[in-house]
């Protein structure tokens, strides 16, 4: 039995953890189905907090915030409990299940997404494609530093120590080539800090995505195979499709996705990020980088060039109803993310950005502005990719706060060459 059976007569409340811009985006999605949005928001300034009228204020931690979201006192009990991150106690949510709330995606699969080191151990155990890796001993930073040099010295001197909980966007990942490049992590770790992990420093080619959403009664859609572009630990773009993607590969990806969803038994969202590597004939292949089990920055395209976004796809999946199709809109769309600004405020930009690219569909957070930080995206579709890309690149530059005069040559060259970095283009 579906949530939307199982609970009182009316439309279906969700309820959401957390009141970052993956909760606002889905506002419009819930709205335009009739569906009920509640979100636990962080602060009532959040950026879900400015567009969901019912946004109480707390923290994942707390469980009588959760508790109340859920069922709070005078109103709708929650059909389904959801998330939009992965930082919240798997205790409680193992006891709001038992107590006949859905939760989706459940504990166990959570976990994986949580814990680098389980996520990790169940790929291994499931098959999965994944660079060469180990944990850390976390007895003593002596064995912790024994394990390190011994797994550099196996693959070559350089590898990537990641630490297993609380990372993103870069954060909790280093190279080294030396124990001592993370002697402030293991003394953490002596001091009750999350464990490491290392895995090799794969020789990959491009980074991808793949993303599927699975309901609880077993339908999987998956949406094409896209390439992301990180600078700086941060994606910077998102191209969809992959462009250049063989069949075989675009294949290889989307199964490997299916395969974590159904043996994790994730429900709502999945994004599973990609290294392309050279496989050992020199034909390329995929390993399994990270997993999100939510929806994912590599998916915004979704809004506006595929028939259902993954906003909406997330909702229909945690209220186990029939998924839309996923086939994109367009030959090609192009997600730039907009990271900081020099602009007192972005929406300043507007009417030069709306002004210049009347195609481009912009997406703000409504987020206080800070260096690197993810404010908003911009989607640009076409028949072009290098005019398509040229495009959006653009419109988030200026979004930045960067004239169009500086903005075009730069974003023209990196449109032509998706592997020039922004240092290379202005050279």
């Known amino acids: ?7 009182q007569p009316g439309p279906p409340v969700v309820a959401v953890v957390g009141g970052g811009q993956l909760a606002r985006m889905m506002a419009p999605a819930a709205g335009e189905l009739g569906i009920r949005l509640r979100v636990l928001v962080e602060d009532p300034a959040s950026s879900a907090a400015q567009v969901v009228t019912d946004a109480p204020v707390g923290v994942a931690s707390d469980e009588a915030a959760i508790r109340s979201l859920i069922a709070p006192d005078g109103d709708r009990a929650a ?13 409680l949510l193992t006891d709001l299940i038992e107590h006949g709330t859905p939760v989706r995606p459940g504990p ?8 680098k080191i389980v996520m990790r151990q169940r790929l291994t155990e499931l098959g999965v494609p994944c660079p060469r890796w180990a944990p850390l001993p976390a007895s003593s930073p002596e064995e912790g530093r024994a394990a390190l040099a011994a797994f550099l010295d196996e693959v070559g001197g350089s590898a990537v120590v990641k ?5 993103y966007d870069g954060k909790g990942v280093r190279v080294v080539t030396s124990p001592d490049d993370v002697a402030d992590w293991f003394a953490a770790v002596a001091d009750g800090g999350p464990q ?5 420093k794969v020789p990959f080619t491009r980074e991808l995505a793949a993303l599927v959403a699975r309901r609880p009664s077993g339908e999987v859609r998956p949406w094409p195979v896209v390439e992301s572009i990180q600078r700086d630990g941060v994606c910077s773009e998102v191209i969809a499709p992959a462009p250049g993607l063989s069949a075989d590969l675009d294949a290889q990806a989307r199964e490997i996705a299916a395969t974590v969803a159904e043996g994790l038994d994730v429900t709502g969202v999945l994004a599973v990020e990609l290294f392309e590597v050279p496989g050992p004939d020199g034909t390329p292949t995929v390993l399994v980088n990270e997993l999100a089990m939510r929806p994912h920055n ?4 979704t809004i506006d060039g595929a028939v259902t976004s993954q906003f909406e796809q997330h909702l229909r999946a945690v209220l186990d109803l029939p998924l839309g199709a996923a086939e994109p809109t367009a030959a090609w769309t192009v997600m730039a993310n907009v990271l900081g600004s020099t602009l007192d405020e972005l929406t300043d930009a507007l009417p030069d950005v709306l002004a210049a690219f009347p195609e481009a569909r912009v997406n703000l957070y409504g987020k206080g502005i800070r260096p690197g930080r993810k404010l908003g995206h911009v989607n640009v579709s076409g028949d072009d990719l290098g005019e398509v890309r040229r495009r959006a690149v653009a419109a988030a530059a200026l979004l930045r706060g960067e004239a169009l005069a500086r903005v075009e040559p730069v974003a023209l060259r990196q449109a032509q060459d998706p592997t020039t970095t922004e240092e290379e283009a202005n050279a």
């Not at 059909?79 to 205790?91: G, Q, R």
């Open 1 to 7: 039995m579906s949530a939307t059976d199982s609970r």
């Open 79 to 91: 059909s389904v409990l959801t998330f939009e991150h992965e930082h919240v106690p798997n205790a």
């Open 108 to 115: 166990h699969a959570l976990v994986q997404a949580q814990d």
């Open 163 to 167: 630490t297993s909980r609380g990372g």
């Open 196 to 200: 490491l992990l290392v895995e090799e």
């Open 298 to 301: 590599s998916g915004h395209w």
